[in-house]
C-alpha cells in the first residue's frame, strides 16, 4: 500500500470490521420479541453511525490525499520510527508471554522476567539496576497486592 | 445535611482514610509532575488499589490522586518548561520566566498556595450546589435520563480533537462494546462469537487500565526518552528564600474570580482544567495594570492558571454525583469506580448513601489539605522527580497496570483484555483517534441504552415522550446546543479568517 494512503487505512479497518459485525447481528444478537425497541435495536444504531462516520473520515481522508498527497503522507507518517514500532510489539509481546507463563511459573519468576524485559527495551543497560529494580519491585508489588490487599496472585512452580 | 456532615467527620478522622488520602496525592503529585503522565494515569493506576477498601477511602484515594495529579503538572511546567499536564500549559511562560530568573522558588510556592485555595473553593461549591441538583433530579423517569445521557454523550464533540468523524467513530465503538454480554433488559446473548467470558461483557476497568496507562507505556517505550530531566540538566530551588504572605493578599481578588471561572468550567460536562486555566489567565491579562508582564515572568499568571485548573476538581464532581454524567476522563474512571463497589452514581447516591456522598465530599477538603502539606514539604525535592530514569519508571507503571487488570475480578482474561485495549489506544492514537469518547460512551453506554427502550416501550414507540416532558426537553436542548456551538464557533473563525 502507498504510503499516503495510510491515513485512510484504520477507518477502512474499522467500516469492514464494522460491516462484519452488522451482517453478524441476526445470528449473534438473539431477540425476545420483535419490535423496533428489542436487543437488535442499538447494535443496528451503532453499527450504522459507525459506518456513516467511517465513510465520512475515508472520503475526508482522500480529499486530502489528493489536496495535498505529500503533506497528507508526511502527517500522517510524522514521528513513525520502524526502532520505535519494533519496541513496542516486542513489549506487548512480553506481556502477552507474561499472561502465558504466569500460571505456570507463578508470579514472581514471571514479573521478574518481565520487567528486566522492559527495562531493556526502555533503554537500560546496567545489569545491576535490572536485577535490583526487578527483584524489588515485583517483591514489593507482591507484598502489596497478595499480603496487604489480600489478592491471589498465581503460585506456579515455586509456590510464589 | 449537618447531621450527614457530623456522621462523616467522626468516620473520616480513622487513620486508614487518611492514609489512603495521603498517598492518594503523594502518587498524583510524582505522576503529575512527569510529562506526559497525567492525572488520568495516576487515577487509573490508584484504582486496583481501592478494590479491597471501603468504599469511601476507595474514591478518596481516587480523589486524592486526581487533585495531586492536577497540581503536580505545574512542577515540570515551571521548573522545565513542559507541562505535566494539559492543564497546566498555562502556566508555562511565566513559571519558567521565574525559573530562569532564579524565582523557582516563589513560582511553585504561589502554584501550591493557589491551587489549594481553588481546590477548597471548588469544594464549597461541591458541598453547597450538588445536593441542590440531587433533590431535582430524584424525580426523573427514564425519558429524562435518556434525555441527560444524551446531553452527557454530546461532550464528545468538545473531547473529539481535529475530527468529529473519528470521535463519534470512537463514541461508536465504545457503545458497542456495551452492548456485548447479555442485554440486562431482556436476558438475551449479543456479539459472542462462542466465547464464553464474553457472557459478562468487556471490563470496563481493564479497558480504561488499557487505554490509558498500557498505551501511554507503549509510548513511552516507543520514543525511549532516558529522563525527563534529561535535557534540563539539575535544577535547583533555592528553599532559603521565604516567600511573604502579603503578596498572596495582593493576588486574592485574581484567584477568587479565577476560581469562579474554573468552577462554571469545570461543572459543564466536557470542558476541563486546561480551558478553564487559559479563560483565567486570559481574563486576568486583560484586567491586570501590567498586561506585559504576562508570559514574562507574573505570579498573576501562575496565580489565575493553577486557581483555575484547580477549581474545577471539586466542581467535576458535581455533575459526577448528581447526575451520573462524566464531565471527563477522570470522572469517568471515578464513575468505573463507584460501580465496582456496588454504587450506582446519580440522585439516589444522595438518598441512599448520604454518608458516603458526605465522606467524598468533606474528604475533598481534607485532600486539598493534604495537598498544601505535601507539596510544602516536598517543593525541594520536586526537581529530582523528573530525573527518574524512564527505564525504571516504565516497568513499575506497566506491572502495576496489568495486576491492576488481573485484580479487577481476579482473572487472567482481564489482563488480555487491558492488553488488547493499550495495543487498540496505541495505535489508533497514533492515526489521531481520540480516545476520550470511546471511554465516555462506555461509561454511559447503558444508562443510554435502558432509559431509550423504556422510554419508547412507556410512549408505545414514539419519539415525541422526549419533548413532551420538560426536564427532558431542556436536555436535550442541551445537547443540541452543546453539539452545534462548536460548528457555529468554527464558522464564525472561518469567516472572520476570510475577511481578514
Partial sequence: MSKKYIRIFPSFIIVC????????????????????????????????????????????GLFLIRREPEQAAEEETAGIKKSGYLRVAAAAAGVALWLIL????????????????????????????????????????????????NLKLPQGLFFF | MTENIISVLSGMLSVDVILCMILGVAVGIIVGALPGLSATLAVALMLPFTFGMDAGAGILLLIG???????????TAILIRTPGTPASVATVADGYALTKQGKAYEALTVALLTSVIGGLLSGLALLFIAPVIAKVAISFGPPEYFALAAFGLTIIASVSGESLAKGLIMAGIGLLLTTIGIDPYEGQQRFIFGMNFLYSGIGMIPAMIGVFAIAEVFNQIEVRI?????????????????????????????VIRSSLTGIIIGATPGTGGAIASFLAYNNEKTLSKNPDEFGKGSLAGIAAAETANNATTGATLIPMLTLGIPGDTVTAILLGALTIHGLSPGPKLFTEHSVLVYTVILGFFVVNVIMFIEGKFAIKWFSKIT???????????????LVGAYSSNNSFISVGIALFFGLFGYVLSKFKFPMAPMLIAMVLGQLTEMSLRQSLIMSDGS???????????????????????????????????NRD
Fill in chain 2, 463 to 497: 419519539p415525541s415522550i422526549f419533548v413532551q416532558r420538560p426536564i427532558s426537553l431542556v436536555f436535550l436542548i442541551l445537547a443540541v446546543l452543546s453539539i452545534s456551538l462548536p460548528f457555529i464557533k468554527a464558522s464564525r473563525n472561518k469567516k472572520g479568517r
Fill in chain 1, 102 to 149: 504466569l500460571p505456570k511459573l507463578g508470579f514472581m519468576l514471571a514479573s521478574v522476567l518481565l520487567t528486566a524485559g522492559i527495562m531493556l527495551l526502555a533503554g537500560n543497560k546496567s545489569w545491576i539496576q535490572i536485577v535490583l529494580v526487578s527483584l524489588i519491585l515485583t517483591i514489593a508489588v507482591y507484598c502489596v497486592f497478595k499480603l496487604a490487599l
Fill in chain 2, 387 to 401: 530525573q527518574v530514569p524512564s527505564s525504571i519508571l516504565l516497568p513499575i507503571i506497566l506491572l502495576l497496570c
Fill in chain 2, 65 to 75: 490522586a486526581y487533585c495531586g495529579g492536577v497540581y503536580g503538572g505545574s512542577i
Fill in chain 1, 17 to 60: 470490521l464494522d460491516l462484519f459485525l452488522m451482517f453478524s447481528i441476526p445470528s449473534q444478537v438473539k431477540i425476545y420479541q420483535e419490535g423496533i425497541v428489542n436487543t437488535r435495536f442499538m447494535p443496528y444504531l451503532l453499527t450504522i453511525l459507525i459506518l456513516i462516520c467511517g465513510l465520512t473520515d475515508i472520503v475526508k
Fill in chain 2, 226 to 254: 532516558k529522563s525527563v530531566a534529561d535535557e534540563f540538566g539539575d535544577i535547583q530551588v533555592d528553599t532559603k528564600k521565604k516567600f511573604p504572605l502579603r503578596r498572596l493578599k495582593k493576588l486574592m481578588p485574581n
